[in-house]
T-cell receptor, first 110, second 114 residues
C-alpha cells in the first residue's frame, strides 16, 4: 500500500514567521514529489516539485527531500495571511498514478 | 496563460442517473487525469489517460466509470449509474509529458448525488 502521510494540523504561525510542513511516504521507489496549495473549495495549485535529494528554493518557498528517510518538507519563509490554506503533498511512484496526503491546514495570523 | 477548464462547475443528479463531466486540458499536453475529492477528505487518483487509452486506474475506477477523448480537445469522465457516495469534487488535470512532470488542475466539478 502506497501511503502519503501529513500532519493534518491545524498549524498556526504569526505573520512573518517560518511555516514548516512535513510529509512522509511509504515507498522507497518514489520518484517525484510535489507540494500543492488548496484554498477551500478550490482546486490544488502547484507550489513546487522536487525530484532529487536536498533543497530546492523558489522565492519564499523551500522544498526539502530526504529519500533515505522518506520525507519531504516545505518551508514557507516570511509567512503571509494569504498563505493560509491547506497544503497537499503528492508523490509519484514512477507510473502514471499520483498519491496525495490528506493535507495540512495552515493559518497565518496577522 | 493556458489553463485546464471543466464543465459544469456544479452538477446535481438523482441516484442511478448517468453523468458526464467534461474537461478541456491544456492544448499541448499529452497526459490527462481525473481525481476526486470527497468533502473534507484527500484528493484521490481515479485514472490516467495517454495516447487515447487508459494508462493507469485506481481501485475506485470500477465498471461504473469510463473516460473518453471524443475529439482533439475534450476529455470526459462518465459515471453510468451514480451512487450517493459518488458525491464529490471531481478534478481534471493534464501534464505535458509523463509521470515526473507537473500536473495542472482544472477548477473542478462539484457533483451532488441525491
Amino acid at each position: 500500500q502506497k501511503e502519503v502521510e501529513q500532519n493534518s494540523g491545524p498549524l498556526s504561525v504569526p505573520e512573518g514567521a517560518i511555516a514548516s510542513l512535513n510529509c512522509t511516504y511509504s515507498d522507497r521507489g518514489s520518484q517525484s514529489f510535489f507540494w500543492y496549495r488548496q484554498y477551500s473549495g478550490k482546486s490544488p495549485e502547484l507550489i513546487m516539485s522536487i525530484y532529487s535529494n536536498g533543497d530546492k528554493e523558489d522565492g519564499r518557498f523551500t522544498a526539502q527531500l530526504n529519500k533515505a528517510s522518506q520525507y519531504v518538507s516545505l518551508l514557507i519563509r516570511d509567512s503571509q495571511p494569504s498563505d493560509s490554506a491547506t497544503y497537499l503533498c503528492a508523490v509519484n511512484y514512477g507510473g502514471n498514478q499520483f498519491y496525495f496526503g490528506t493535507g495540512t491546514s495552515l493559518t497565518v495570523i496577522p | 496563460e493556458p489553463e485546464v477548464t471543466q464543465t459544469p462547475s456544479h452538477q446535481v443528479t438523482q441516484m442511478g442517473q448517468e453523468v458526464i463531466l467534461r474537461c478541456v486540458p491544456i492544448s499541448n499536453h499529452l497526459y490527462f487525469y481525473w481525481y476526486r475529492q470527497i468533502l473534507g477528505q484527500k484528493v484521490e487518483f481515479l485514472v490516467s489517460f495517454y495516447n487515447n487509452e487508459i494508462s493507469e486506474k485506481s481501485e475506485i475506477f470500477d465498471d461504473q466509470f469510463s473516460v473518453e477523448r471524443p475529439d482533439g480537445s475534450n476529455f470526459t469522465l462518465k459515471i453510468r449509474s451514480t451512487k450517493l457516495e459518488d458525491s464529490a469534487m471531481y478534478f481534471c488535470a493534464s501534464a505535458p509529458t509523463r509521470s515526473q512532470e507537473t500536473q495542472y488542475f482544472g477548477p473542478g466539478t462539484r457533483l451532488l448525488v441525491l
